[in-house]
């Protein structure tokens, strides 16, 4: 299990909102920050999640059809 | 005062609607999606908030199918503009704003054929008329829900029905009746909701928006307005997700923030609650009319119509009315043709147009009884003044 922070980066600030929306309904802990300038992405936030998470994340979003670029975890 | 000019912007506004936009402008004030910072994230979260609220107002699973314009307008004009192409054929009725005329006038230039269909003497457009006019192959069916002129409010749903029997994409022009009269997009049958910030969701002039249904075929639907989302900013072309490939430039946040709080105040108090209130108004102020000798009125029919009613006089033009109830008894309404010259020809009220009395959810009867006898006063002088 990854010990470390993910983040997962989307297209847009509202896609990131709905992330976090997401995410907190299921009770995992995330915040938007900044997207940290090592990593590609669209727009200026994505959601950060601790590591035990990414699982969990990855299937929420595909469940719900949430579309996001990647999870890339530090 | 005694305002009754709620069909052009409602007021007052519910105090905490105020407040939100001041708070908003005194401790978030960010430009939203556009850097990472905590205020930035903020105002990205009121947006997103106020199309989730909205979402769950007009009943769609996808908030992100909200998209945000400046008014009603331009929300329309990005649905005509944005999906008919020439040789299109769209179809619309006789009770519509310019809003939706004008575009089409301007279409029509460009190879799109337009056809309207003409309504009842009270404004209605009968499904089974429209269905026979849906035998042509047709793009889309446009019509205004609720009429500005004598607030009749259309069937919706079976308008849709046959608009989609006939494989249109239909487009309602809901400025007069979001957040006052229950829409659910998929049972009613609508494709496309243009909707107003500033009527019957209480929220600020300058907001509005397009709600996409789940068949409108968003690839194909142009963009009216190019440039900057804070999102792809390494392309120099539009992002094809929702809401940003139809959202360019900073949009009115404060305005939004206010929106928001307007719709979260109709969903506490229920649009049930609020027809049932209007739908009372609009009875005091029809009937509370028709017993004032000298006027010919418009309305809707009982139970279908919004407190929007329009009368002339027989003796006295309708700006002077106007004129005479603001300055003498300070009666606010709005006298002319309420930029709706196909509304007033189909009603026989043009080219003079009419005076509107339109009250909203915070008007009292009391009021409405006061700017009847207003009327009353001032056609019973008729032009001896």
Known sequence: MNEGQCVALFHSTSLALRGEKLCRAEGIPVKLIPVPRR????????????????????????????????IVCL | MIYLDNAAT??????????????????????????????????????????????????????????????????????????????????????????????????????????????????????????????????????????????????????GAAAREAGALFLVDAAQTAGCVEIDMAEDNIDLLAFTGHKALYGPQGTGGLVLGGRVPVERMRPIVFGGTGSRSEYETQPDFLPDRYESGTPNTVGIAGLLEGVRFILETGVTAIRRREDALADVLTEGLAEVNGLRIFSGSGGSRL???????????????????????????????????AAHNTLGSFPDGTVRL???????????????????VIVSEGGAR
């Open chain 1, 39 to 70: 990593l590609s992405s669209d727009c200026g936030v994505c959601l950060r999640f601790a590591g035990a998470f990414e699982e969990r994340v990855r299937a929420l979003f595909n469940e719900r059809a949430l579309e996001f670029e990647d």
């Open chain 2, 10 to 159: 409602s007021f007052p506004k519910p105090a905490r609607v105020v407040d939100a936009m001041t708070e908003f402008a005194r401790e978030i004030g960010a430009n939203p999606g556009r850097s990472g910072h905590r205020l930035s994230v903020e105002a990205g979260r009121t947006i997103y908030d106020a199309r989730e609220a909205l979402a769950s107002l007009f009943k769609i699973r996808d908030p992100l199918r909200v998209i945000f314009t400046a008014n009603a307008t331009v929300g329309l004009n990005q649905a005509l503009l944005g999906l008919l192409s020439a040789g299109d054929r769209v179809v619309t009725s006789g009770m519509e704003h310019n809003s939706v005329m004008r575009p089409l006038r301007f279409l029509e230039a460009s190879g799109i054929r337009v056809a309207t269909v003409p309504c009842s003497s009270q404004g209605l457009l009968d499904p089974d008329e429209l269905r026979r006019t849906l035998s042509e192959r047709t793009a889309m069916v446009v019509v205004n829900h609720g009429s500005n002129v004598n607030g009749c409010i259309q069937p919706v749903r079976a308008l």
């Open chain 2, 307 to 341: 407190p929007t009613v329009s009368f002339t006089g027989d003796t006295l033009p309708p700006d002077e009315i106007g004129l005479r109830l603001d300055e003498e008894f300070g009666v606010l309404c709005r006298v002319g043709l309420h930029c709706s010259p």
């Open chain 2, 358 to 376: 339109s009250a909203g959810l915070f008007t009292t009867e009391e009021e409405i009884r006061a700017a009847i006898d207003a009327v009353r």
